[in-house]
């Protein structure tokens, strides 16, 4: 596992080599989030978005075997010391399916959101995001490049920096 970042609000990279590295990133981010948290995640099919998520939300309490890609749900709840609010627009026809879900309603509620494939959605989504892309390195491996943009998000990215490199 190898990380750096170029300032205290990013950009923030992160490599992991295993699933575990990946865990052991859901679990400073967990530590890090707070309740209005959204966080857009971008990468390929298999690329380790939905891994995060189960970290992160394992992280925050929620059960792990809860956690799954709401694909054809659309959107999973999952409750734990924070409520963990999971979209997946992969399958949307539209950014207009996207809003009737209500997304803006838990955008400003008490949890933290994470929007698979929020490139897809980007006009519906809130100015401040956390934006993750996921690059796919090798099988195992991967690249979280984290950057923030906004209050709430740039206060979770000085916070998991912190985490990832303690002084």
Known sequence: MNSHADQADGPFEFEARSEQDT????????AAAEPGLVVGLIG??????????RATATALGADPSSVSSPTFVLIQ????????????TYRLRDVNAFADLGAEEYF????????????????ELPRDVLRIEVAVLAPMA????????????????SRLTRLAFPA
């Open 44 to 53: 390929s099919l298999g690329a380790g978005k939905t891994r995060l998520v």
């Open 23 to 30: 865990d052991a990133l859901g679990a400073m981010l967990a």
């Open 77 to 88: 709840e999952y409750f734990g010391r924070i409520p963990v609010y999971h979209f997946d």
């Open 142 to 157: 991967r690249r979280f490049r984290i950057t923030a943009n906004g209050p709430v998000s740039q206060r979770v990215l």
């Open 108 to 123: 400003s509620g008490d949890g933290v959101c994470f929007v698979e494939w929020a490139d897809r959605v980007a006009s």
